[in-house]
Nanobody, 122 residues
């Protein structure tokens, strides 16, 4: 089983920054495409960003392009999401996920973390 654990969430003022991390178990981390999703209060879970197994291809939701950066360090089995210029509408529980192919579809990911809360105040 692949286990994913998110960290780095918290409270921040609008315009501030946070860096989320997702630590993965196992030596096969580099074989998985990875993604970040989020779920805001009263809304369905939505795609945020994804990265290929090599780290050479990245994809972003329109709402976060230019503000968020996804990256990975396969040697450390860790996925990152750098979030800059945060807005109140970014408030959500953020989840990392692992799948066999890079995709924006939630149902294509096999393994999920427990989520970390990000709250952005006005």
């Amino acid at each position: 089983q692949v286990q994913l654990v998110e960290s780095g969430g918290g409270l921040v003022q609008a315009g501030g920054s946070l860096r989320l991390s997702c630590a993965a178990s196992g030596r096969t981390f580099s074989n998985y495409a990875m993604g970040w999703f989020r779920q805001a209060p009263g809304k369905d879970r939505e795609f945020v960003a994804a990265i290929s197994w090599s780290g050479r291809s990245t994809y972003y939701a329109d709402s976060v392009k230019g503000r968020f950066t996804i990256s990975r360090d396969n040697a450390k089995n860790t996925l990152y999401l750098q979030m800059n210029t945060l807005k109140p509408e970014d408030t959500a529980v953020y989840y990392c996920a692992a799948g066999s192919l890079v995709t924006t579809a939630e149902y294509d990911y096999t393994y999920w973390g427990q989520g970390t809360q990000v709250t952005v105040s006005s």
